[in-house]
Nanobody, 115 residues
Framework: QVQLVESGGGLVQAGGSLRLSCAASGSIFSINAMGWYRQAPGEQREFVAQITSGGTTNSADSVKGRFTISRDNAKNTVYLQMNSLKPEDTAVYYC?????????WGQGTQVTVSS
């Protein structure tokens, strides 16, 4: 079992920055990758960024050059640095962990970008 707790969401003006955190606990040694997804009202949940246990990163085209995913192994935490935020980035952001054939989700954190 893996537990994920997100934090760092909030309200920010367009052009601003936020940093989301996702702290993992439990069977963290079995995590293959962690990432971020987001879901806007009335929309499907979509991929934002991912980082593997080997450090390889991947991100959606819509956030490339603005969002950066990173991790602190000592703290078992993954971060999403979000810069140059746009109103269309408004969504609930969810942390996800891949563990062999299973995935775990956090409870989500709201990000609202005002124009």
């Amino acid at each position: 079992q893996v537990q994920l707790v997100e934090s760092g969401g909030g309200l920010v003006q367009a052009g601003g920055s936020l940093r989301l955190s996702c702290a993992a606990s439990g069977s963290i040694f079995s995590i293959n990758a962690m990432g971020w997804y987001r879901q806007a009202p009335g929309e499907q949940r979509e991929f934002v960024a991912q980082i593997t246990s080997g450090g390889t990163t991947n991100s959606a085209d819509s956030v490339k050059g603005r969002f950066t995913i990173s991790r602190d192994n000592a703290k078992n935490t993954v971060y999403l640095q979000m810069n140059s935020l746009k109103p269309e980035d408004t969504a609930v952001y969810y942390c996800r962990a891949w563990v062999q054939r299973t995935t775990y989700w956090g409870q989500g954190t709201q990000v609202t970008v005002s124009s």
